[in-house]
């Protein structure tokens, strides 16, 4: 009988909401003109990655104290709406196997020594992006007796990629960027 009551006052009653306007949600899946498609961004990508590494690209995310905003943006970089692995993007667990580190958070005190030794682990030619405000230069955190702010402090910071957090189509050109940045260190290395 509940039910019965339920279905009939939503008949009743009717649409009561406004319709949501397209511009205030650029995330949204209609046709935003600013934001060039994923599979456009992709191929690019995937063109990038076998022009300079040869095959795939290899990411070690290493969380040295953020408050997971950056995390979850790289996450949904493989979700099925940027499906990055199919575009030869994969994230790995050690990071010996990867080609590029992106750190998100800034640089705790407890945690200085481990992106050290996570970035001496990463085979050259080898790549670090910063990704978010708090790697970047500390964030809201700054520097403190507990902090040492942006991850450039430690090791050689090849690309930032600012906000807080990042959308992953800055993620995206952020790794296309970095990509950029070592082929040129690729042809002086070449040159020499």
């Not at 995330?27 to 961004?41: A, G, I, L, M, V």
């Not at 705790?108 to 670090?128: G, Q």
Request: proline fraction near 7%.
């Amino acid at each position: 009988m509940a039910i019965f009551n339920m279905v009939s006052k939503i008949l009743r009653t009717g649409i009561v909401t406004a319709k949501r306007p397209v511009a205030a949600f650029p995330r949204s899946r209609e046709k935003n003109p600013q934001e060039p498609p994923t599979d456009h961004r992709g191929e690019e990508l995937r063109k990038r990655i076998k022009e300079v590494l040869g095959g795939s690209l290899h990411i070690r995310h290493l969380d040295s104290g953020s408050c997971n905003g950056c995390d979850w943006e790289m996450n949904a970089l493989l979700n099925p709406v940027y499906d990055l692995q199919r575009f030869g993007v994969d994230f790995v667990a050690s990071p010996r196997h990867a080609d590029l580190l992106m750190v998100t958070g800034g640089i705790t005190r407890n945690l200085a020594e481990a992106v050290e030794k996570t970035w001496a682990a990463i085979a050259t030619p080898k790549m670090i992006i910063a990704v978010g405000e708090c790697a970047i230069n500390g964030g809201v955190f700054g520097e403190s007796y507990a902090h040492y702010g942006g991850v450039k402090k430690l090791v050689p910071v090849s690309v930032s990629i600012p906000g807080c957090p990042p959308r992953p189509q800055t993620l995206i050109e952020g790794i296309l960027l970095a990509l950029d940045r070592l082929e040129q260190y690729q042809r002086k290395v070449s040159e020499r």
